[in-house]
């Protein structure tokens, strides 16, 4: 690099968890439903990174750049379709994570 060139690194990390207000589709509930009342359903993690280069020419300025951004979001199992459709699912406690 010259002295008219800049090259700047970024990273970063967040988390973000939703605690559980009662709210569900269809005013459906349950049990397992209202046990998590107050407690974390819904998590999101996010990732980020990037360089950039900045340079100062002869004929004029450039700027390039790479970024790079992943975010997973993990939540309560809930039920597909039907009544339980929205509702925690008590058979199938625990973690969903779509990356």
């Given at each position: 690099l010259t002295p008219e060139q800049t090259l700047e690194f970024e990273a970063g990390?967040?988390?973000q968890g939703n605690i559980y207000t009662g709210d569900t589709q269809n005013t459906n509930?349950?049990?397992y439903v209202k046990q998590m009342l107050?407690?974390?359903t819904n998590r999101m993690?996010?990732?980020t990174?990037?360089?950039t280069h900045r340079g100062e020419w002869d004929f004029g300025?450039?700027?390039a750049y790479l970024q790079y951004e992943k975010t997973r979001n993990s939540r309560i199992n809930e039920g597909l379709?039907?009544?339980t459709e929205g509702i925690f699912d008590p058979?199938?406690?625990?973690f969903y994570t779509a990356t």
């Open positions: 990390f967040s988390r509930s349950n049990n107050g407690h974390e993690y996010r990732e990174y990037s360089v300025s450039s700027l379709a039907g009544g058979n199938n406690a625990g």
